[in-house]
Each structure stands twice: as C-alpha cells, then as structure tokens.
C-alpha cells in the first residue's frame, strides 16, 4: 500500500528548500487548456505551473498577490468550461451550470 501511495505522489516529503522544484501529481491537470507555462489551483488549493506536461509548486510574487491570482486562474478555467460546454452541443441548457459557473468566478 505504501509503494502505491509513493508512486501516487501521496507520501510525506521534506520540506523543499529555497527554489527547488517539486513535482505534484498529474492529477493536478484537470483540463486540455492547461497548456505549457499555464498557472493552476491543485486540489489542495496549492499553486503549480505546467512545466514539461507536469504541473510543478509555483509561488506567487508578491505573496499577497495571490488571492486575485486564484481569482484569475477560477475565471479562465470556467470560461473554457463554457465554451467547451458550446462546442459540445447546440442545447442552451447544457451550458447553464458552466455559465452559472463563470458568474460565480467573476463575482470573487
């Protein structure tokens, strides 16, 4: 059970130092648009960058920036929610709960 936590990315690691890389699990990718050099939200509410495919601990610069920067990346991600809802069919209501989603984004 350990080896397959460890494999997951789910075992405890040190503390990383000043500038090192930390790889987090690719379950942290959740969608197609997040492409190389995009900023995402981890499950665990952490900040990553997608770097070689894997996203990767960011840390936002300044530090107090990073409230209007989960804003940003919640907007981006329900918008391409929306339009993948729009490429996916032609009925309105399909896209209700994503666009409901996009407001909600917008009003943080």
């Known amino acids: 059970m350990t080896d397959a936590a460890r494999a ?6 040190p503390r990383a130092a000043a500038g090192e890389v930390i790889p987090i699990r690719r379950a942290a990718m959740r969608s197609a648009h997040h492409k190389e050099g995009s900023l995402v939200v981890t499950a665990t509410g952490v900040f990553a960058r997608v770097e070689h495919g894997v996203a990767v601990r960011f840390q936002p610069n300044p530090k107090n920036g990073a409230g209007e920067l989960r804003a940003v990346i919640a907007v981006r991600d ?4 929306v339009l993948d809802a729009q490429t996916a069919s032609i009925d309105d209501t399909a896209w209700d709960a994503a666009r409901g989603r996009l407001k909600q984004a917008e009003l943080q």
Request: proline share 0%.
């Open 8 to 13: 997951a990315g789910l075992a405890a690691t």
């Open 78 to 81: 329900a918008l391409h929610e």
